[in-house]
């Protein structure tokens, strides 16, 4: 079983920065994907960013000002959020792809969530 931690979440004012991590652990043979999701109250949870081999997406919403990075030695990825709008305030989701045989089936993991909260 893998499990993800997130930390790094908090309060900023507008136009502030923070940097999200998520740190895997338990049985892992090899992660194909992690990534960041958000969901704000009543709405759906939404893609922020996601990093798979050498190749990252993000976004259109946070293109520019999200920078996502991967410490594979670690099994950790980070979220670094620049330029913070009120409307990126949401509970972000640590997410990851993992597979314990080669060619074997890909399983998907999410972690408890961390709240962001931008001010005005």
């Known amino acids: 079983q893998v499990q993800l931690v997130e930390s790094g979440g908090g309060l900023v004012q507008a136009g502030g920065s923070l940097r999200l991590s998520c740190a895997a652990s338990?049985?892992?043979?090899?992660?194909?994907?992690m990534g960041w999701y958000r969901q704000s109250p009543g709405k759906q949870r939404e893609l922020v960013a996601m990093h798979r081999g050498d190749s990252t997406n993000y976004a259109d919403s946070v293109k520019g000002r999200f920078t996502i990075s991967r410490d594979n030695a670690k099994n950790t990825v980070y979220l670094q959020m620049k330029s913070l709008k009120f409307e990126d305030t949401a509970v972000y989701y640590c997410?990851?792809?993992?597979?314990?045989?080669?060619?074997?089936?890909?399983?998907?993991?999410w972690g408890q969530g961390t709240q962001v909260t931008v001010s005005s």
């Open positions: 997410y990851a792809i993992e597979r314990q045989v080669v060619r074997g089936p890909s399983y998907q993991y």
């Open positions: 338990g049985n892992i043979f090899s992660i194909d994907a």
